[in-house]
């Protein structure tokens, strides 16, 4: 479809109009109107259209089976690409098949190679389906005024339906249906895909190792931590878990989500606002909130013990360790999460339990059934 324009502000001389720049020659122009005598004018638009390759009936009912051949090779790719996914389950062991390299190199060839020949089909099938079906329009229209004038606006939607009457979407319905199968398979295979990004994640975000019990060591060591090992105010440690896996030690995975400061504090600076709760975790002044900023992420390691502050150096997040590590300033909106602490019968500092909320950074329901 080719839009000839014409302007006209330049005014017709005593030769007629002057041509512009992008208008078809005067030959030109005497050709579309040699065309339009030749073939008759199918097309109702609102503006003389000369359909420049006339599509008899024959052509398009063979166009249309051609078409819809094409997009059942597509439909029957498509599942050809479930059946080589499904093929390929995980092991025994619950690993996926293609964490073998043979194994994978087969899957990826089989689901490659059968995804490219269903979006190929439905290409060959559009091409033909334009090629042999669809009328092609040359379509001439004046230089207007940009705003389309009521009439134009009025006439658009049946203009619209007229186009998908003529392309033969609506009006050829084995091809129109054998398009819609090929795309089933063609849509659901992202979503079937999302199965490779993993088991949900369930409440793993929501908990660390820490339970009732569980001794603490100063973090880099193997040293377990007394109450009285904080005897002075406005001291800090940082410390982790004991591990009972004198080989390996705690995963970095699980040193991460379960570090904490352990800070001694003189138990009347505890601020009014603070609940029973809270202090109830605390010991003898010694509270312990996670060292992991709830910004995202970085070791918030700076504490100043006159103003009870505790700093995340990456941004300014200042939490204030005297009121359940709120922050007071800064791009975190989350407080520290808080890891209750008690004394056991040998005077070893443990966890009373999990942390008061999620660790870490926040994310979309960090806080639900805090
Ligand atoms: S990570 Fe702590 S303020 Fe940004």
């Not at 979006?119 to 207007?144: K, N």
């Not at 619209?160 to 084995?174: C, D, I, V, W």
Request: charge should be negative; include cysteine.
């Amino acid at each position: 479809m080719t839009d000839n324009n014409t302007n006209h502000d330049s005014g017709a001389g005593a030769e007629g109009p002057d041509r512009v720049i992008g208008t078809p020659s005067p030959a030109g122009e005497s050709l579309a109107g040699a065309t339009a005598t030749a073939h008759e004018r199918r097309h109702e638009g609102p503006y003389p259209a000369v359909e420049t390759h006339p599509r008899p009936e024959e052509m398009q009912r063979k166009g249309e089976k051609l078409a819809a051949l094409w997009f059942l090779v597509a439909f029957l790719a498509g599942i050809g690409f479930f059946v080589s996914y499904f093929s390929f389950p995980p092991n025994a062991e619950g690993e996926p098949a293609i964490a073998d390299p043979q194994t994978a190199q087969y899957a990826n060839m089989l689901m490659g190679g059968t995804i490219a020949l269903a979006l190929f089909a439905i290409g060959a099938g559009m091409t033909v389906w334009a090629r042999r079906v669809m009328p092609h329009y040359e379509v001439s229209s004046p230089y207007d005024e940009l705003p389309s004038s009521p009439e134009e606006k009025g006439s658009f939607s049946d203009f619209f339906m007229q186009g998908a009457h003529e392309s033969g979407f609506t009006k050829r319905p084995l091809m129109r249906r054998t398009l819609l199968l090929a795309m089933v398979p063609l849509g659901l295979a992202p979503i079937v895909l999302l199965r490779d990004t993993g088991p949900l994640p369930g409440d793993k975000l929501k908990h660390t190792m820490w339970e009732d019990g569980m001794r603490m060591v100063v973090e880099g060591t193997d040293r377990l931590i007394r109450a009285s090992d904080l005897d002075e105010v406005g001291g800090m440690v940082t410390a982790l878990p004991e591990s009972h896996d004198p080989e390996h030690g705690l995963s970095l995975n699980d040193q991460a989500k379960t570090v904490v400061l352990l800070i001694k504090m003189d138990p009347a600076d505890f601020s009014d606002e603070m609940t029973q709760q809270q202090l109830d975790w605390t010991h003898d002044g010694i509270v312990a909130y996670s060292k992991i900023c709830t910004h995202v992420g970085c070791p918030a390691a700076l504490y100043e013990q006159t103003s009870h502050r505790i700093l995340c150096p990456c941004h300014q997040s200042t939490f204030d360790a005297a009121n359940g590590a709120k922050v007071v300033f800064g791009p975190a909106h989350r407080a520290l999460p808080q890891l209750p602490v008690r004394v056991d019968d040998e005077g070893y500092l443990v966890a009373a339990g999990d942390f008061s909320s999620a660790v870490g950074p926040t994310f979309w329901d960090a806080e639900k059934g805090d």
